[in-house]
Nanobody, 124 residues
């Protein structure tokens, strides 16, 4: 298991930016893909972005492409989600997750470690 702690959530006006850090510890997190998921009120959890073990490959849900960037600093066991041009529909609790695999996957069933979540609220 990997222990994950997210931070950086808060209130932001539409069009603004936020950066969500995720600190990882435990089972060598640098060997595994990492991802961000989100869950909006009344909706199911959805995949947002993922990055492979080396940082050389990423994947994004279509709705955030061009606006969000996932990155990792393996030396510090950190993963980041930079969110720009935020929209009202980005309002959700954002979760950091660690995969059982080194390559990028988008299914939450392939992620076995989860953080507690950090809430992002985008206001008009």
């Amino acid at each position: 298991q990997v222990q994950l702690v997210e931070s950086g959530g808060g209130f932001v006006p539409a069009g603004g930016s936020l950066r969500l850090p995720c600190a990882a510890s435990g089972r060598t997190p640098r060997n595994y893909a990492m991802a961000w998921f989100r869950q909006a009120p009344g909706k199911e959890r959805e995949f947002v972005a993922a990055i492979n073990w080396s940082g050389s490959s990423t994947s994004y849900v279509d709705s955030v492409k061009g606006r969000f960037t996932i990155s990792r600093d393996s030396a510090k066991n950190m993963v980041y989600l930079q969110m720009n041009s935020l929209k009202l529909e980005d309002t959700a609790v954002y979760y950091c997750a660690a995969s059982r695999y080194a390559t990028v996957t988008t299914s939450d069933r392939t992620y076995d470690s989860w953080g507690q979540g950090t809430e992002v609220t985008v206001s008009s």
